[in-house]
């Protein structure tokens, strides 16, 4: 063998990465399962399973192609690179460049990096265009990148018009719906060993086992699309906002796990999207819903997280420090229906789409100031799809603000009256959402308040909270609010909100 090809946890694509040029008989394929990351964070187990299963039966794949691959479990990557060096003695170990700083800093003394290319966008190129920007605002990028890729354009203007269709896009749950099914992966001999591996190991792990929800391999994440193209794809954009008790995933595509992990790429999801919008029976505002997240915000948020470096996780623009608070892990910890549903979902899938992600748990970890850290690392441990470039703009830039407005012009606050509009889970809640006093008072309506109050001095100078800053000015009833935030706070520390 002339050389090593050493391939991430989420770079498992054969055409796709330092494998693209792979050659049976020249190459050795090498994956590393590092003790120290198992052993670093109390994990979802789903997570944990997904990232093994899904890496051993690539493994498989690779296997079935004629290659030699070495599964090697080791303390960490680095120690067994090196290992696997040594034994066969050969030095030119290549790889495509990790898709974290962590990885990145780690491996580049053993590693010989290729770019990577599970993005549609270059690294170098976002950093380029970044540059170029007065303020990194999305819309801009996304613009860009339907003109850049050619999607959903006539000529330079868009189809239909208008760039976006957010009016079309962010309707209430429906009444009377029947929500659809949803499509179940069944388990194999690896899947169920490598469950057995991490029951009988000594990990601190968290939430339900893995049932028929996530698929570990790539033909189960192209039956994922398929099913999304032919089930939901046409009411994806209606009713991406919506919450609703009755069906934890209603129209999502649930791709973000294989996307993440390199099961499947942007460019097969897009080409798959855009052949069937041509088909004619898929609504506009639909598939532009569809396409902003994969070449929007997915490698937005990629660039950003390159772009503000390696420290950007540490910002703390409200000098937050309250501890995670007991409901991010126990449901019995609270009263907050909206809250319990999110967590009970995500100890059963570790998943939940993003606008419980952003308005309900993000909204009360900014609201009860937790430290961004804390909330940020509690994230990157529950979710299934939670990367590291994924989960730090997210969570920084995006649900807390804790970078001050570098990523974001305004803090993605609300209080009970957007869940009550966007859900129905205020209907047989202890609180309600349209109070802001006394004990059946929603805790987000009384938080969001109390919030906006404290920082009014920074928030009455950006116009877009001026909205929310007219309401704050007609509230009769502030200093009570404020006093029940207290309350709230204290109970929420307590677990007994
Ligand atoms: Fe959540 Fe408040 Fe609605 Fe209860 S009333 S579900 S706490 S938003």
Redesign the pocket.
Known sequence: MKRIIYVGFDQLHRDFGALKDAKPTEDLILIVESQRMLQSRRWHIQRLWFMISAARHFVEQLRSDGFEVIYLKSKTTKAGIRQIKKERGISNVIAAEPHSFRLLADLSDEVQFTPSDFFLTAKSDFLNWAANQKSLLMENFYRAQRKRLSILMDGDKPVGGAWNFDKENRLTPPKNYTYPEYLTHSRDQIDNEVLQELKSSNLDLWGADPDSTWATTRAGALAQLENFLNNHFENFGPYEDAMVKENWAFHHSLLSPYLNIGLIHANEVLEAVRNRYLKGDIPLASCEGFVRQVIGWREYINGVYWFFGEKYREQNHFELSRPLLPLFTDTSKTH????SQQIADIHDRAWVHHIPRLM?LSNLALLAGIEPIQYLNWMREMFIDASDWVMVPNVIGMGMHSDGGLMMTKPYVSG?SY??KM?N??KG?????KLRTGPDA????ILYWNFLAEHQDEFKGNHRMFQQMSGLKRLSDLEEVRKESARILKGLSDGTI
């Open positions: 907050m229906s909206c809250i309900v009970g869940i009550s859900s889970y205020c809640c202890k609180y309600n959402p929603c805790p987000f309506t």
